[in-house]
């Protein structure tokens, strides 16, 4: 990445949404419209309230991140998006209960001026909702086309310079990867023959990438993460990321995990129970969404913690993990972590955590910042999967001859140093003394 030229972010940025009425979406909105009118801070964005180090810790050069590299101002945002619902996204917002109507009062009339396109719905894959509000067309090929046209139209419409479409939509029911992912020709003549195997979320992906548009999973569906598509996004030069928001109980498994191996303190077992009661419970109370879901969040331990390096300590541990549709929670969920654990000379102890968060609150500001690094990739002409934003996933995409990282502190070391990197500053290795300072404190014969 040396000698890299990030082109400035001149003009607007489109925000495209998939599920633009939903919780997580409404309160992205709410939240941006009220940071660009001093009503509130942009809490929890790193791009936006985050620094970075530069140079040896004795400098005291830390500026903020949107002050380093060249990201798009928020001031510049234009958003728009799908839905299956026709609602404006001040009646959804209201719907979800996620902000106060104080709150949402402030930017009511932004969020009524944002109405969504008609969405690309497949009740095979969503079995718990229902669509009043969706495209037709004879074939899945002929909705991806129309999915391209209102890229088209959008960015047009706008007189917009660039376009980021995030996928914040349901969990679609489980699949595996089958032939019909395997090359782009194959997921043509699958679309064209309507494949069971190709679902919504697939689509999206494959229209935004033949416009030239970065694509954000932020569910743990396959959608770009099939070979077709990484190959395709490969061949047009765009970013891609995902795949599900790491926002509540799995960023704190993120955490606990690496201090449980530092330590070297064996794992007995870890039971995480998900009480959850917005339109993403709903969906995942279906045994093919929760499938989905469970899959990103078992992936995260054995990563970790390496039981093939550290038989003895995390060989045979139990984890399970649980989602439960809860409704008088709404969005206000409750994840509660049982963890067994084993010291020296083995003996036993245990760790409780319960983690009472709000689930848009935490995945709004990773939506704005995907946003705008997923941008700042592709004006640094950076393509296929940004490997680097994986500390924003539960189940981070990577290349096929390289293993996912999830520990949430390497994590974050490997996204600020590729930002060092792209402005040619030096990477951060925390070695603080140079190379004479460490052979003083060497004792030589």
Sequence with gaps: MDNRIIKQPSGKLGVLIVGLNGAVSTTFLAGVYSVRKGLAL??????????????????????????????????????????????????????????????????ADELKSIKPMRGVFDPDFVKRLQGSYIKTGKNKYE????????????????????????????TETFIERKEVHSSKENFINGMIHSDKDISPSMLYAFASIAEGVPFINGSPNLSVDIPAIVKFANEMNVPIAGKDFKTGQTLIKTVIAPMLKMRLLGLHGWFSNNILGNRDGEVLDDPGSFKTKEESKLSVLDSILQPKIYPDLYSDFYHKVRINYYPPKGDNKEGWDHIDIFGWLGYLMELKINFLCRDSILAAPILLDLVLFTDLAQRSNMKGIQEWLSVFFKSPMHSSNTVPEHDLFIQMMKLKNTLRKLVNVSPITHIEMNEKEIDELICCE
């Design 143 to 170: 909705l991806m086309m129309q999915l391209r046209d209102d890229i088209q139209f959008f960015k047009e419409f706008n007189s917009l310079d660039r376009v980021v479409v995030v996928w914040s939509g349901s």
């Design 42 to 107: 942009p809490i929890g964005s790193l791009t936006q309230m985050g620094t970075i180090r530069i140079g040896n810790r004795i400098e005291n050069n830390f500026p903020l991140i949107k002050d380093f590299v060249p990201l798009t101002s928020i001031d510049d945002l234009v958003f728009g998006g799908w839905d299956i619902r026709d609602e404006n996204c001040f009646e959804s917002a209201l719907y979800a209960k996620v902000l106060s109507e104080k709150d949402l009062s402030n930017v």
